[in-house]
């Protein structure tokens, strides 16, 4: 943004920035880096600090509103992954063990990202065990093995499945029914597929997608084997159906 364009509140806070700068003596990218990890455990302990506090229900040395037998009990180090490189940050402890902190889990080691997050959407995206293990060591530095990624992957093959099988109601007024075509790996090889996609409105007028079924080119045929399972899963009944005309899909609709 130009310097003209700036507001009060932008250059008084560019102002301190370079106050900032000056008494860290930053003189290199490096410091900088050094100097976002100093700020990023100094954000994430006095976070964790004010958490306590609201668990204890009262605040450090204000003991004339502690109305709990628990209190503070020293704190425990905590190394994390970030985007900046490692960083060190002291989490309080309560002497119960009751505490668990919201803004960085017990178990939590990374805050730049969630690995297994970002497995599934690369994996989601079509790209094989490999490319993710590639890539997340290059972009993160982090080693992950075939086998965790598959690990991971897996994890959400029952959830999709869960989904998928879902008993539906009875009767919708209204579903949509279309196909998106992608590009996804198959086999080593980059294929387009068409991923049949059912959202409904019930008569409560909540919208909520039906399925979603993945088929080679767009058909009447696969659309009268989507509509089925549909039917098996609970529909009896659709007011109004809307699709893009595809030539026998009518035909199929009524047939179901």
């Not at 020293?74 to 985007?83: A, D, I, M, V």
């Not at 969630?114 to 993710?132: C, F, N, V």
């Not at 994890?155 to 075509?181: G, S």
Request: hydrophobic share 35%; net charge negative.
């Amino acid at each position: 943004m130009a310097r003209k364009n700036r507001s009060p509140e932008e250059n008084e806070r560019r102002a301190k920035i370079r106050e900032l700068l000056q008494a860290s003596n930053i003189s290199s990218m490096d410091d900088i880096q050094n100097l976002f990890k100093e700020t990023i455990a100094e954000f994430i302990e006095n976070g964790l600090d004010a958490e306590l506090d609201d668990e204890l229900g009262y605040s450090k040395y204000d003991y004339k509103n502690k109305w709990t037998d628990n209190s503070r009990n020293g704190h425990s180090n905590k190394t994390l992954r970030t985007r900046f490189g490692d960083v060190k940050v002291a989490v309080p402890r309560d002497r119960n063990g009751e505490f668990e902190p919201q803004l960085l889990k017990k178990n939590q080691t990374s805050i730049s990202q969630d690995i297994e997050e970002k497995i599934l959407s690369m994996y989601a995206k079509g790209m094989t065990t490999s490319d993710i293990e590639s890539h997340i060591r290059d972009i993160y530095g982090i080693e992950v093995s075939d086998t965790t990624v598959s690990r991971v992957t897996d994890k959400i093959l029952p959830i999709a499945k869960e989904w998928q099988q879902r008993p539906l109601e009875a009767t919708y007024a209204v579903v949509f029914l279309d196909a998106i075509h992608f590009h996804v790996r198959s086999e080593g090889q980059i294929v387009k597929k068409a991923v049949y996609i059912a959202i409904g409105i019930n008569l409560d007028g909540r919208k909520d997608v039906l399925g979603m079924w993945v088929g080679e080119n767009e058909s009447a045929k696969f659309w009268a084997t989507v509509l089925n399972s549909l039917r098996n899963r609970g529909v009896e009944d659709i007011f109004i159906a809307c699709t893009d005309n595809l030539t026998g899909f009518f035909a199929a609709i009524e047939a179901v």
